[in-house]
Nanobody, 119 residues
Framework: QVQLVESGGGLVQAGGSLRLSCVAS????????IGWFRQAPGKERERISC????????FYSDSVKDRFTAYRDNARNTVYLQMSDLNVEDTAIYYC????????????WGQGTQVTVSS
């Protein structure tokens, strides 16, 4: 069964850090462009990072650039999102996806993990 499972979310104080994991099963994740997205209450889903199959280049949105780092561990079939200097505006459900299209129907999604940042 092809599946993505996110974990690592939780409650953190502003200025803190979290690392999210996206574990793939049923397929080799290293062959695919992997996206990280988030959706805050009442807002549209936002694309925040895209990790290329060869790790040759990673995209970051302006909202997370220089604070978040996305990277792969192919041996674990996992992609990570290291988040630092978190602020309350980072509160959202975080999703990983196979694909990085802003057309949400074009990607294959995990179930999401909640990140809540308190002031």
């Amino acid at each position: 069964q092809v599946q993505l499972v996110e974990s690592g979310g939780g409650l953190v104080q502003a200025g803190g850090s979290l690392r999210l994991s996206c574990v793939a099963s049923g397929f080799a994740l290293d062959k695919y462009l992997i996206g990280w997205f988030r959706q805050a209450p009442g807002k549209e889903r936002e694309r925040i990072s895209c990790v290329s199959p060869s790790d040759s280049g990673t995209f970051y949105s302006d909202s997370v650039k220089d604070r978040f780092t996305a990277y792969r561990d192919n041996a674990r079939n996992t992609v990570y999102l290291q988040m630092s200097d978190l602020n309350v505006e980072d509160t959202a459900i975080y999703y990983c996806a196979v694909g990085c299209s802003e057309d949400v129907s074009a990607n294959r999604w995990g179930q999401g993990t909640q990140v809540t940042v308190s002031s």
